[in-house]
Every structure is written in C-alpha cells, then in structure tokens.
C-alpha cells in the first residue's frame, strides 16, 4: 500500500497531466479558464525545472515539459504578460530564468533587455522582494546590484516578519501574507531544496519553531496550500518533515483533503471548489495547490543533494 507521500504525488501528477490543456494559454480550455492565463505556465514551467534537477525525475511529468519547452518557444508567449502591467517585469523575468535548456533563448534575451534597471535594483524593496528578484535574475543570467543572500536572510521574513509573531492561543502565529512570504523566502534561499537557507544558531532554531507552528494551525483549519509550502520549508530547513508531528499530521490533512482524481480542490476548505463549477473555474481554484502539493512531494522524497 503506497505511503500517504506517495498517494499525494502519484494523484497530484496525474492530475496535472490530464490537465495540461488549461495550463496553455492558446488552447481553447486555457483561453476560457478563469485565471491568469500566463502564472499556470510559469507555475508549471518553475515544476518542471525543479523536478529536472531531482534523480529519476518521474515519466509522467514529460509532457508537461514538452508544453513548457513548446510555449517558451512561441514569439507571442512572452506578449501575454503585458496584459498584467502590475506583473509583466516578474512575469518576464521568471519566464526568461526558466527557460528550458536547448531553447532559441531570443525571445527571452530580448524580455530581460527590455526591463527596467529599476526592476533589477535594490532601491525601494524589501527584504524579501530584494531575495525574489535576485532569485530569479541569477537564473536568467541578468545583471543586478542586488545584495548577496548572506545579508538579505538575517532581515527576510523567514527570520524577522514585518510585524510582531503572535504568541500561544487559537491565532494563527502569522498572517497569511507573512506565512507566504516566510516560506517563499525559503524557497529561494533554499533553491527549492537544493540547499541551506544560510541560517544558523537562534535564527535556524526560531524558524523551524515558527513553521512548525504554524503548520499546526494549517492542519487544524484545512489551510491546505499553506501547508504543503510549510511541509517544504520544513525540508529547506533542514527537518525530515515526516519525522516531526506537524509534518505528518500535514501530510495526512492533505491526504484528506485530495479528491479521487488527485486534485487540491482550492486553496483550503474556505476556499474549495464546488462540484458544480466549470472545468475552467475549477482549474483556476485547484491548480495551484495541486501543484505545490506535487512539488513538495517531490522534493520532500528525493535526496538531499551532497
């Protein structure tokens, strides 16, 4: 009988798969999905890379990154972001650093030169938007004058949140916009389990006391993307995720949550998709944490890197 782990990933994947025509914005079931049409395949695109990099990367993520390798291929991909002028530098800068490898890279050389050296500095960010950046500017290749990680980490939200950590009670210890940006920026520090945070000592322990935490009031309210992002940064921290109670009981919550064909239906029990929505509706509530769900699984099971 499959592991809990092993039962999200096989459904979560699967699900994926059969839904890859919502994931392409020039299909007929991508146009009429009711979400922004290029994020999906950015989210895809940054599953596949990280699933690249793992030993045995699974079969059933091919054709997802054929997809991936076919839109970062088409001239008009790139024009989509532009409809997301709030977004269109993020987007541009995410697409050009998870370019497939043995792609015509010009479409992606020309949206990094189109940017803003504004876009690329540290003047005006914080913390966390500086470690984000610098992310993905280090993936594509682009310049910045962005600090090392060395002394963006100590002030990032995965040490020091932008307003005071809440104590013992019902309360969540962070908001939700804290919880995300703690654990993003372990996502980024951490190369989505590629390696370290760089945190050590009282920083390392706080972190780690402050995710667990959090990941029991997730559990408790059916918080479910949050917690399949906090059972990750568990992993980015250096904690074996199912050897520790929130990790676990995380994984079971999750298990519990997933329905007969694999998929999150939302981002929590609030938030879930009814049964009636449209195909389109659906996918746009369900499709980021499903993903996410994958995600974790992946790394979560694979080998820490030597």
Known sequence: MPSPLDQLSAGTLDWLGKNLEHFDPFSPSGRSAAHVEAKAALELALLCHCAARLDGAPDSLAEAAALVRTLWQRPDFPGLFDAHPGHASSYGLIYAALAPEGIDDTSCRSRLAGLDPDFLSPVGKTPYQRIETRYYADKAGARHGIEPYSELAPRSPLVAPDTPVRGSGDAAPLTGPQAYALTHTAFYLGDFG??????????????????????????????????????????????????????????????????????????????????????GEFFAKAYHTTLVTALMTLVVSSARPS
């Open 194 to 279: 590629r390696t370290g945070p760089g945190l050590t000592g009282h920083a390392l322990t706080r972190s780690r006391d402050l995710v667990c935490r959090m990941l029991r009031h997730c559990v408790e309210h059916d918080e479910w993307d949050l917690a399949a992002e906090l059972v990750l940064t568990q992993f980015i921290l250096g904690v074996e995720p199912l050897r520790t109670a929130s990790g676990a009981a995380a994984v079971e919550c999750l298990v519990r949550a997933q329905l007969p064909d694999g998929a999150l239906p939302g981002r929590s029990a609030t938030l879930r998709a009814a049964d009636s929505d449209p195909a």
